[in-house]
């Protein structure tokens, strides 16, 4: 069968530039979903991808189209995450693509997560759709945006397609397009099988499930499989398409999108850019690009209730059998007890997961303050990686520690260079480039290190540009820092899990923050609690928790217990998610304050 | 046995720190209030039950009429078996009570009031919005002893602003060369709402400091038992038998039963507050339910109210008490709150009683707070 018939594309937007939006119009328009049963944003399953209007998994449809010419064609979407965390997933869901539409909201322009994801569809010689949505709202500026694609991207923005999915204006010209612009898949059919895996998810009855789509050759039920990169072999139970449920077919021909299912354990079986194969005749290469996902970011997860410590393991593997980047490992802290060390492809793909857990498994976790992967070189000539601040060898046997950097793009309005620059400088970093995307915009371009960004890049940024700004990073390299390890120590106790390691020139001002922050949320007791930070044996910052106050003598009016009764409660409110601690109770958020200081 | 709370919610002054539902202004409700609070009696589902304490509180009863509390209490009388020993409380106010009102309470009965004195200085009184002076204040006590009380109870208030430990020490003095044998003492409490909160946050006082008060309390605490009071209840002291017993029920999950706007009532299964509006209250009482939304009271609530309810006073829990009334020893749902809070020397535990060491009556809302679960 040829391909002709078969265009395969992705969307690349911005949050809230309304990826979402006009995917849910397409299925709408070509019938894919009947009208009554669209739910907003079908692509995004779950609820937390809903609430917070992100995409976390990568989902597909398929959408049969009658297009102007008559003919009939299969559309192939494959939605893309949309956050920096998820980058190598984007660039496989790219590589399984020959175009891509690119959405720009009317009244924003082009952002720095776009840029990003622009260059890897270029680099993927994908054609690239312009699309300005939004175009009905007054503070619309289409003209101004169409200038910043062609200036910003190189792209060729004259024939960009003006819509508004929210009201569907626009939406049949992008359908058209779609099948005028962007080339049919090379017809391979005759080649080895080569599938690249762009995605996967875990199915309680088939196993884990590989989203593919077909470079080469063709594929049925019945066929041993061999992953290409683990080598492990499979036969093949069903295969299928995405409508956007589910839906088996009989066999994948060349050029299409769907998934297989072979009895596979978990979804580390078929790893997102693997390519599959056939056992009987093998392609001699795999597709370019495959890479297993690193986590860039750890720490440690407790049960507040120690009783909860197999229900957390469990539910973690659970995650697992759906994330093949999460990792977790059991890991014991003094302060905490039993739990796990996880690491996480960065910080939102660990804000997600610790979400689903207590979400999900009605769980009550203690987060310690996430940390990065430092290489530490000791002076015996051996090398460890530490990503647990309390696993730091002792400073007398490490020669250096090495630190892993960011490139960071960050796309501002330009009135706000001089203070992104500051904000830039202020936590380490190296300024590299600085373009000018139009006449109000600017493109900066920093070398950062990446626990900066963990720490407070973000926030500092995000407020002190009232949410212009708009950021983008990708790993770039190791560096040697002068890293010291901070310990906090409550009532004359270090405790473990709120140790860090900063740069030596910042672990002052960050003690000093830090106790002063932790003063605040450690409860008062009746005796008083010293509150300090150490790098080695010198103490360099000191607080003190107040003892508990002696109570005021309240009246009690005529009989009016439950007033009494909501102070208590209220009292109690305060004191969840407490962790005993010799005989200090230190809560929840101490173990995240490490991370919401403010300095100034 | 019952316990009967009446609220009069009306005040000639409303003073500066009060969010409690009292009110001035509004006397014209005065005539109809009344017949309402006889009729809201009459109509009660408690009608029958023997009762042996009864407490008009405010507001500020005595700014009724002799003859509207003869009634009310003819009322209560009728309508419940009032013991013959019963406490019979009423709270009143310096400046409106003399020696004949009085003379009318006893003859109906009262035997014990409650005096709103507050402060023996008059800048306090000034500020706090009293409208008495510390000599009418004295008075209005004296007229209440040589009409017939023989149980008098007065408050007062520390924690004032500008106030010192050597004023309150003062307070304490002169409150001990009067007849009294009863007395709350509590701190001024900033409300939301209240014109003292205002005040306070446009800075037209200061409150003393933390150390300050809590210096005010130890000393207060320390002159009262000087003069023979005993500190029963984490706000009130007594001499000999004069404990209010009336109060005490409210803190030994004994049942009482409130009338009239606001008043709160506790019938052993569920909790429940009247109505806070007065002319719905006078149009409805006696002839539809004046009451609020009923809380019942589950198991978990009820063992947790028992605990801290019973810890303000200085007996404490009576374990056998605990273990008749819920079926259970203590121990089974608090022995790790009572061992931990023992082990910190803020708990006594006995075989009989758990209660608050001198050290946890400083910290009653700290103990307090460990049994609500």
């Not at chain 1, 779609?178 to 998810?201: G, M």
């Not at chain 1, 708009?470 to 560096?479: A, I, K, P, W």
């Not at chain 1, 605040?520 to 005796?527: K, N, T």
């Not at chain 1, 439950?562 to 101490?590: C, D, H, N, Y």
Request: glycine share 8%; with cysteine.
């Amino acid at each position: 069968m040829s391909t002709d018939h078969i265009r395969n594309f992705s969307i690349i937007a911005h949050i809230d530039h309304g990826k979402s939006t006009l995917a849910d119009r397409m299925l709408e328009m070509t019938g894919t979903v009947p009208e009554r049963e669209m739910e907003a944003q079908l692509l995004d399953t779950m609820d937390l991808e809903r609430e917070r209007g992100i995409t976390i998994k990568a989902q597909s449809a398929r959408l049969i189209y009658d297009a102007k010419d008559g003919k009939q064609y299969t559309l192939n979407l494959i939605d893309t995450p949309g956050h920096v965390d998820f980058n190598y997933e984007v660039s496989r869901s790219l590589a399984a693509c020959e175009g891509a539409l690119l959405i720009v909201d009317a009244t924003q322009g082009v952002e720095a997560q776009t840029l990003a994801n622009v260059y890897l569809a270029l680099e993927h010689d994908l054609e690239i759709i312009p699309i300005i949505n939004k175009v009905d709202l007054p503070s619309a500026d289409p003209d101004r945006v169409c200038k910043e694609i062609e200036d910003v991207i190189g792209l060729d923005a004259s024939d960009a397609i003006m819509i508004s999915a929210k009201t569907g204006l626009g939406v049949d010209a992008v359908l058209e397009a779609i099948v005028q612009r962007i080339p049919a898949p090379a017809d391979e059919e005759d080649k080895p099988l080569r599938a690249l895996i762009f995605d996967s998810h875990f199915d309680a009855y088939k196993g884990a499930i590989a989203n593919i789509r077909i470079m080469e050759g063709s594929l049925k039920p019945g066929q041993r499989i061999r992953m290409m990169a683990s080598g492990k072999e499979f036969e093949v139970i069903e295969t299928g398409v995405f409508l956007p449920q589910m839906h088996p077919v009989p066999s994948l021909g060349c050029g299409s999108v769907g998934y297989l299912a072979a009895s596979m354990k978990n979804v580390r079986d078929c790893r997102v850019g693997d390519t599959v194969t056939l056992a009987e005749r093998p392609a001699s290469e795999a597709l370019p690009g495959y890479r297993r996902a690193v986590p860039m970011v750890y720490c440690g997860l407790y049960p507040v209730e120690t009783n909860d410590y197999d229900n957390l393991r469990d539910a973690l593997e659970k995650l697992h059998l759906n994330d093949a980047a999460l990792l977790f490992e059991p890991e014991t802290s003094s302060a905490l007890g039993f739990g796990f060390r996880c690491g996480f492809l960065g910080l939102l793909h660990m804000d997600v997961v610790r979400e689903r857990l207590e979400r999900e498994y009605d769980l009550s976790l203690i987060t310690t303050a996430p940390s990065v992967i430092y290489r530490v070189y000791c002076t015996d000539g051996t090398m460890v990686e530490v990503d647990n601040p309390s696993q730091m060898p002792d400073m007398t046997k490490v020669d250096h520690i090495e630190e892993p950097l960011v490139k960071t793009t960050i796309i501002i309005p330009k009135d706000m260079v001089g203070t992104v620059m500051e904000i830039s400088q202020s936590r380490r970093g190296q300024y590299v480039t600085m373009d000018y995307l139009d006449d109000t915009r600017v493109s900066l371009v920093y070398n950062l290190p990446l626990c900066e960004i963990l720490y407070d890049y973000f926030d500092v940024l995000k407020s002190a540009t009232r949410g212009y700004a708009s950021l983008d990073y990708e790993l770039n390299g190791y560096q040697s820092s002068p890293m010291v390890k901070m310990d906090i120590l409550i009532n004359g106790d270090v405790v473990d899990a709120l140790s860090v390691i900063v740069h030596r020139d910042f672990a002052a001002r960050r003690g000093r923050a830090l106790v002063e922050k932790l003063r605040s949320l450690i409860p008062r007791q009746l005796f008083q609690i010293p509150v300090q930070a150490a790098v080695g044996n010198k103490i360099i910052a000191r607080e003190n928790v107040a003892a508990l106050r002696k109570d005021v003598l309240a009246k009690c009016y005529g009989g009016d217990i439950s007033r009494k009764r909501k102070l208590l409660e209220k009292q109690k409110e305060g004191k969840k998610r407490m962790k005993q601690f010799g005989t200090v109770e230190i809560p929840q958020e101490a173990f995240m304050a490490v991370l919401k200081v403010d300095e100034s | 046995m019952l316990g009967l709370y009446v609220h009069i919610p009306f005040c000639r002054h409303k003073c500066l720190y009060c969010d409690f539902p009292s009110y001035s202004g509004l006397e014209r409700y005065l005539e109809g209030y009344v017949p309402a609070l006889c009729r809201d009696i009459a109509a009660s589902p408690y009608a029958g039950q023997k009762a042996d304490t009864i407490y008009i509180g405010g507001g500020t009863p005595s700014i009724l009429s002799a003859k509207d509390v003869g009634d009310i209490l003819l009322q209560l009388r009728q309508t419940f078996e009032v013991t013959a020993d019963a406490e019979i409380t009423i709270e009143a106010n310096p400046e409106s009570l003399d020696g004949e009102k009085a003379a009318a309470y006893v003859s109906y009965g009262i035997n014990r009031l409650s005096l709103g004195i507050q402060s023996f200085s008059d800048r306090m009184l000034s500020f706090l919005g009293r409208i008495h002076t510390a000599k009418e204040g004295e008075r209005a006590l004296r007229a209440a002893w040589d009409a017939g009380i023989h149980n008098l109870s007065l408050d007062l208030m520390y924690g004032l602003p500008g106030q010192t430990v050597s004023d309150v020490m003062e307070d304490v003095q002169r409150l001990g060369d009067l007849p009294v044998d009863h007395a709350s003492i509590y701190s001024l409490i900033v409300e939301d709402g209240t014109p003292l909160k205002h005040g306070l946050s446009k800075g037209l006082w200061t409150l003393p400091e933390d150390e300050a008060v809590e210096a005010m309390g130890q000393a207060i605490h320390d002159q009262m038992h000087g003069l023979g009071f005993h500190h029963y209840e984490i706000s009130s002291y007594a001499k000999g038998p004069f404990e209010s017993k009336h109060n005490s029920k409210y803190w030994t999950y004994e049942p009482y039963i409130g009338f009239g706007v606001s008043a709160h009532s506790f019938d052993g299964t569920a909790r429940w507050a009247n109505m806070a509006n007065i002319p719905r209250y006078i149009q409805k009482a006696g002839r539809d339910s004046v009451e609020g939304e009923r809380v019942l009271i589950d198991d978990k609530r009820a063992v947790e109210d028992y605990c801290f309810l019973a810890l303000r006073r200085r007996v404490g829990i009576d374990k056998g008490d605990y273990a008749r009334r819920f079926g259970r020893p203590i121990e089974a749902d608090f022995g790790s709150v009572i061992d931990g809070l023992a082990a910190q020397g803020l708990l006594e535990a006995t075989k009989e009683r758990v209660r608050l060491s001198d050290k946890g009556l400083s910290y009653g809302n700290y103990v307090f707070g460990k049994f609500i679960r």
